[in-house]
């Protein structure tokens, strides 16, 4: 059997993340106390009891999220085989990098922690939105980001068949719903988001992510990670940062990561962290492949019934 760890990105976040399973699993608690020790302040305080405005702050999601996975992760490990690669949704990529030990828990926390302030200074200087079109093909949906004249408009997120994201200032993905839905498109949802993330407007991001990481060390992955920008298999150490810098500006390619590591040998899926967002996705991505998410105590007890 040859399993991948999935790691979430950010939107999965809730108040009340992580507690059950840092009250059950000493393991899992010794990360999130490394988490507040690294970052100064109680990072863990504000997953377990919120508010949820603060929380849901990108500054803050994106190492909630990041320390939320590690902790399963961790809990995780000695309980299943050696994965044979990994992938994580945008913020995700980090969570699989931890894995593979490409990166240390407490560089990529520091990481993201800045990549989360550099994308929503991004957002005010470049204000954007973004919005997920469903029903069109990528063809489809690239042709109408390219009609686009009122501004920026690009395909963000390649999630699945029929669920792609769209990403650029309010005026561009404006006029990117209203020709996707000439175009077929069932529905256009604009989201609740702080900036145009995956789009040329975080440049600066980029930029600044570029800097923070060339002072970090990095490994060669232990097992592959396949990068969001070409859903393909990343060995080197200095390739995965130049790949995490890339996919701030660049569509996360979903829909094809997962079947190219399918079409590697994977035959089980994990999600590690909260939620099971990438799980579902996989019915569409992976279909009749096991994806199981592990995130609370619930689920570990599920996973080892099966």
């Not at 010794?30 to 500054?59: I, N």
């Not at 993201?112 to 550099?118: A, F, N």
């Not at 939620?275 to 599920?302: H, K, Y």
Request: charged share 20%; glycine share 10%.
């Amino acid at each position: 059997m040859s399993l991948a760890l999935l790691f979430p990105g950010q939107g999965s976040q809730f108040v009340g993340m992580g507690r059950e399973l840092s009250e059950t699993f000493p393991e899992a608690r010794a990360v999130f106390e490394e988490a507040d020790d690294v970052l100064g302040f109680s990072l863990s305080g504000l997953m377990f009891d919120g508010p949820d405005d603060e929380l849901t702050a990108t500054r803050n999601a994106q190492p909630a999220l990041l320390t939320h996975a590690v902790a399963a992760l961790r809990v995780l490990a000695p309980r299943v085989d050696t994965p044979s690669c990994a992938a994580g949704h945008s913020l995700g990529e980090f969570g699989a990098h931890v894995a593979a030990g490409t990166l240390s828990f407490a560089d990529a926390l520091g990481a993201v922690r800045r990549r989360g302030e550099l994308m929503y200074e991004a957002g005010l200087a470049r204000p954007g939105t973004m919005a997920a079109v469903l029903g069109l093909d990528d063809a489809t949906l690239e042709q109408v980001c390219a009609d686009v004249t009122a501004g920026i408009c690009v395909p963000a997120n390649f999630n699945s068949e029929g669920q792609i994201v769209i990403s650029g200032d309010v005026a561009g993905v404006k006029q990117g719903m209203e020709l996707a839905q000439q175009a077929g498109a069932k529905r256009a949802i604009e989201l609740n988001v702080s900036g145009a993330f995956h789009s040329p407007l975080m440049a600066p991001a980029e930029a600044g992510l570029a800097e923070h990481l060339a002072q970090l060390s990095f490994s060669d992955p232990t097992f592959a990670v396949y990068a969001n920008v070409d859903a393909a298999p990343v060995l080197e150490g200095a390739l995965a940062r130049e790949r995490l810098v890339t996919q701030l500006t660049a569509p996360v390619r979903w829909s094809a990561t997962i079947p190219a590591m399918v079409a590697a040998g994977v035959d089980r899926f994990i999600e590690v962290g909260p939620g099971n967002v990438l799980c579902g996705l996989n019915r569409r991505n992976a279909r009749g492949v096991t994806c199981s998410s592990v995130g609370s105590p619930s689920d570990f007890e599920a996973l080892e019934a099966s």
